[in-house]
C-alpha cells in the first residue's frame, strides 16, 4: 500500500481556461492504479474551471467551500459533503461562488 | 450530472466480519457509473473491517477521525487528509484507534 497526507503533494496550476484553479494528483497510474485517478481541486473565489465536455466521466466530492455546478441540465448548488456524477460527454463547469476555498476530489477513470 | 449530498444517502451496516462499520453507495452503477463506485465508510470507535484481500484495490480519502490501516508492510496511522491506496490482492484492514467516529471514502473499481 501507499500513504500520503494530501499535503505532501504539490499542487499544479491549471491553465488553459481555468482561473485560480489549482490539482494536486493523488493517486495515479504512476503507484499502480491501473482503474481511475483521484485529483483533488482547489478553486480560488471567483474562480472556475472550464465549461467543456470529455470522454470521462466525473466523481466529485466537495471538502470545503462554496460552489456551483452547471451542468446540461442546469445549475445545482455546491457545499461539504455534496457528492456529483457528471457523465460521459455532459458539458460542465464548477464555479466557486464563496468567500473561501472550494476544494472537491475529482476522479476520473483510466478509458483504455 | 447528478447531485447528493452524502446525508441523503442511507448508510447500511456491514456485518461478516466487521464491527461497528457502516456504508454509504455514493456513486455506482445504478445511476450509470460504469468504471469505478464511491462509498463512504463509517467506523465507531474499537471499529474494524476485516482483515481481509481481493482482486479490486481501493481508493481511499480520510475526511475526520483517527485511525489505522494494515497492509502487507505493516501499519500506517490515518488522519484527516490521508489517502492511501491499497492495491489489488493486498491483505489490508482499517481500524478506529480514536475516540471518535473514523470516516473515509474508499472508491472500487468495477472489474469486467
Redesign the interface.
Known amino acids: 500500500?501507499?500513504?500520503?497526507?494530501?499535503?505532501e503533494?504539490d499542487a499544479e496550476e491549471v491553465g488553459k481556461e481555468c482561473k485560480g484553479v489549482s490539482i494536486r494528483w493523488?493517486?495515479t497510474k504512476d503507484?499502480?492504479?491501473?482503474?481511475?485517478a483521484?485529483r483533488m481541486f482547489d478553486v480560488e473565489p471567483k474562480g472556475h474551471t472550464p465549461l467543456h465536455s470529455h470522454e470521462w466521466?466525473h466523481?466529485v466530492?466537495v471538502?470545503e467551500g462554496k460552489g456551483m455546478?452547471l451542468?446540461?441540465?442546469g445549475e445545482?448548488k455546491?457545499?461539504k459533503?455534496?457528492?456529483?456524477?457528471?457523465?460521459s460527454n455532459?458539458k460542465?463547469q464548477f464555479k466557486n461562488t464563496g468567500d473561501e476555498k472550494l476544494r472537491f476530489?475529482c476522479?476520473i477513470?483510466y478509458?483504455d
Request: aromatic share 10%; glycine share 10%; charged share 25%.
Open positions: 500500500m501507499r500513504k500520503v497526507n494530501f499535503e503533494v493523488l493517486i503507484i499502480g492504479a491501473k482503474h481511475f483521484m466521466e466523481e466530492f471538502l455546478v451542468g446540461e441540465g445545482e455546491l457545499k459533503g455534496d457528492v456529483v456524477f457528471m457523465p455532459e460542465h476530489l476522479l477513470p478509458l
